[in-house]
Each structure stands twice: as structure tokens, then as C-alpha cells.
């Protein structure tokens, strides 16, 4: 589907940056693999079981790919510490289980909230460590860290809330290293994971000002902002990209 913003991003703002996107093959995260190295970044991405799709999309874009659960802290330690240098890293690796959070497997619980949650914690604090001034974190939050307006959703917006406030703190602890951390939370986005035709697009659009999904590249324009060099003030803060779905 054409993107309904009609935008057709490219540009070399990012040129010399190095970044790293964990979860890069697919949906969200392909999109901004495909806008940083639009604009110039060496991109290396990570991806969990789509190996087809992470080599596509490395092809496509000259990115670098590597498999490395999120969720494993050392497997995502040993891709940090293989860059030469790191200026942005993208945390979009997630997972939505949803379900009656008395029949939900808490087997599949634990194993979101290590990916949602434990996974873009550990993975900031380690990229940090290797990040020169200017460096730009980014985390994929959701608006359902805001709103959680049906059932279902308990253990997903958990972890979305999550993030925010490690935003908030990690916001504090790296300023004075000149690194920015931020959260990006998007509404119904047009994905695997939640599919525009998908069986709970009507009730999803009631929630709406703007009454669709959002197509991924309209997420990635977003994150291209706030890991670009006019971003450099913006920290803490939650970004809320979601057609109004929780004003
Ligand atoms: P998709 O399911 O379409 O894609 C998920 C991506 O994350 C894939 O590249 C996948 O890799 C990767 N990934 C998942 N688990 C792991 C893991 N354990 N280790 C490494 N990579 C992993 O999801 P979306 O693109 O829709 O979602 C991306 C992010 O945006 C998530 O954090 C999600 O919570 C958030 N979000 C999505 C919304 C939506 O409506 N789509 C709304 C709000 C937030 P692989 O292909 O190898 O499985």
C-alpha cells in the first residue's frame, strides 16, 4: 500500500553515524532500517527467527544483519561490542501477546516482558557505554502504554509502560554524557503484528481521530527526527504517533 502520507524520505543527514536497529526485518523496524541508511547511516539490524527477510532487506539496503535474540542479553552485548562505534541505536524489537490474563500462559508472559522490557534495558545501558556525545537512543514503546482501552491487553501495556519510564530515567543518567533517550509509541500500525485488514481493525479505528493504521514509514520519519542532528534537546520524552488513538 502506498504510503498515505505521501512521503518519499531520502537524504544524508545521517551520514558518518553508525546504528544499530534491533528487530530490523520485518514491519516497523525494516521501515527504519530503510530510512537510516536512506540518510546515510551504516546500519547494521538484528532479527529473531526471519532469516529470509533480514538477508532481503541487508540486500536491499546494504545493511549489515545479524541474528541475535533480544531477549539474550549476551547475544545483544557480543553485536554492540562487535561495531567499531556506535552513535544510534533503534530498540524496535517486540512482541504482543494478547490474551485473558487469567488463561494466558506465564511462560509467554515472562518471555514478552524479557523481550519488551528487559531487552531495550539492557541493550540502552550496554550501547551507552559505547556512544561518543551526540548519541541517540530510541525505544518503540506504544501507545498502549497510555491507553490500554480493551481486554486482553494487561501484560503487553505493562510492558509498554515500561518503557516509558526507562526513557525518563535513562534520560537523566546519560545526559551528562550528551546521549539522548527517547520512546516512540505508536498507535495501529500496518504490520505482521497487527495487520491493517486484521479482525480487530474496526474496534482499533473507533479509538481513532484519524481512522487507519499507519504505515511503518510514517513511524520511521518519526525516529529518523529524533536520532538526526536537530534532535539534540529532545530527551525523556514520549512520542505518541497513533491518529489520536489515545487523546
Ligand atoms: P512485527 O511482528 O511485524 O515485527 C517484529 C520485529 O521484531 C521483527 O523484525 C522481529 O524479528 C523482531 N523481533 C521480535 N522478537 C525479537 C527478538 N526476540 N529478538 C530480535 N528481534 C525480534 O512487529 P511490528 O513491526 O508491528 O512492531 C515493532 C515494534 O512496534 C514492537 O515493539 C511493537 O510492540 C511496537 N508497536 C507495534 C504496533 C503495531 O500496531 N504494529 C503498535 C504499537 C507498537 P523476526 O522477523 O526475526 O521475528
Known amino acids: 500500500m502506498a504510503n498515505p502520507a505521501g512521503t518519499s524520505p531520502t537524504g544524508t543527514g545521517l551520514t558518518g553515524k553508525r546504528a544499530l536497529v534491533l528487530g530490523g526485518s520485518r514491519?516497523?523496524?525494516?521501515?527504519?532500517?530503510?530510512?537510516?541508511?536512506?540518510?546515510?547511516?551504516?546500519?547494521?539490524?538484528?532479527?529473531?527467527?526471519?532469516?529470509?527477510?533480514?538477508?532481503?532487506?541487508?540486500?536491499?539496503?546494504?545493511?549489515k544483519t545479524l541474528q541475535a535474540d533480544s531477549a539474550d542479553k549476551a547475544a545483544v552485548d557480543a553485536v554492540i561490542a562487535g561495531l567499531e562505534s556506535l552513535d544510534i541505536l533503534v530498540v524496535n524489537a517486540g512482541v504482543a501477546?494478547?490474551?485473558?490474563?487469567?488463561?494466558?500462559?506465564?511462560?509467554?508472559?515472562?518471555?514478552?516482558?524479557?523481550?519488551?522490557?528487559?531487552?531495550?534495558?539492557?541493550?540502552?545501558?550496554e550501547a551507552a557505554r559505547h556512544m561518543p556525545a551526540g548519541g541517540r537512543i530510541v525505544i518503540i514503546g506504544s501507545v498502549n502504554g497510555d491507553r490500554m482501552p480493551f481486554a486482553g491487553g494487561a501484560a503487553y501495556a505493562l510492558t509498554k509502560s515500561a518503557v516509558q519510564g526507562m526513557v525518563r530515567g535513562l534520560a537523566r543518567d546519560l545526559g551528562p554524557r550528551g546521549i539522548t533517550v527517547n520512546n516512540v509509541q505508536p498507535g495501529p500500525v500496518d504490520t505482521d503484528m497487527n495487520p491493517a485488514d486484521g479482525p480487530m481493525k474496526d474496534q482499533m479505528h473507533a479509538f481513532m481521530a484519524i481512522r487507519r493504521h499507519a504505515e511503518p514509514s510514517e513511524v520511521a520519519g518519526m525516529v529518523a527526527y529524533l536520532?538526526?542532528?536537530?534532535?539534540?534537546?529532545?530527551?525523556?520524552?514520549?512520542?505518541?504517533?497513533?491518529?489520536?488513538?489515545?487523546?
Open 27 to 63: 514491519g516497523i523496524g525494516a521501515a527504519i532500517v530503510e530510512r537510516l541508511t536512506a540518510e546515510g547511516a551504516e546500519t547494521t539490524f538484528t532479527y529473531a527467527g526471519s532469516a529470509a527477510a533480514a538477508e532481503a532487506l541487508a540486500e536491499k539496503t546494504g545493511a
Open 97 to 125: 501477546a494478547l490474551g485473558d490474563a487469567l488463561e494466558m500462559d506465564p511462560a509467554e508472559v515472562d518471555r514478552m516482558i524479557d523481550i519488551n522490557v528487559r531487552g531495550p534495558y539492557h541493550a540502552a545501558v
Open 227 to 247: 536520532v538526526g542532528p536537530e534532535a539534540g534537546i529532545v530527551t525523556g520524552a514520549q512520542h505518541t504517533i497513533d491518529g489520536g488513538f489515545g487523546a
